[in-house]
Nanobody, 122 residues
Framework: QVQLVESGGGLVQPGGSLRLSCAAS????????MGWYRQAPGKQRELVAT???????NFADSVKGRFTISRDNAKNTVYLQMNSLKPEDTAVYYC????????????????WGQGTQVTVSS
């Protein structure tokens, strides 16, 4: 069974930085894309950033220029570097892995992490 575990969330002041990590484990052969989504209270879950196995990235307009996404394919790990954080960034951040190819049995599926809380406040 594939599991995604996020880490790095916490409480920071406006203008501060956080680095989130998400590691996928299990009988994984490859992952097509990994990304981050977030959900604030009373709001829909929204895409933050994604990255494909070849390094192509996509960002929400609200985080462009402030956030960067990177990955280590050998470790099945994705990172989200968040700079110049704003109170509006406060949310639970969820890691996503798409097109996950597994063995024993052979499957292709999509997985979500449990989420990590990011709070930006004075």
């Amino acid at each position: 069974q594939v599991q995604l575990v996020e880490s790095g969330g916490g409480l920071v002041q406006p203008g501060g930085s956080l680095r989130l990590s998400c590691a996928a484990s299990g009988s994984i052969l490859s992952i097509s894309a990994m990304g981050w989504y977030r959900q604030a209270p009373g709001k829909q879950r929204e895409l933050v950033a994604t990255i494909t196995s070849d390094g192509s990235t996509n960002f929400a307009d609200s985080v462009k220029g402030r956030f960067t996404i990177s990955r280590d394919n050998a470790k099945n790990t994705v990172y989200l570097q968040m700079n110049s954080l704003k109170p509006e960034d406060t949310a639970v951040y969820y890691c996503n892995a798409a097109g996950v190819l597994t063995a024993r049995p052979i499957t292709i599926s999509n997985y979500w992490g449990q989420g990590t809380q990011v709070t930006v406040s004075s």
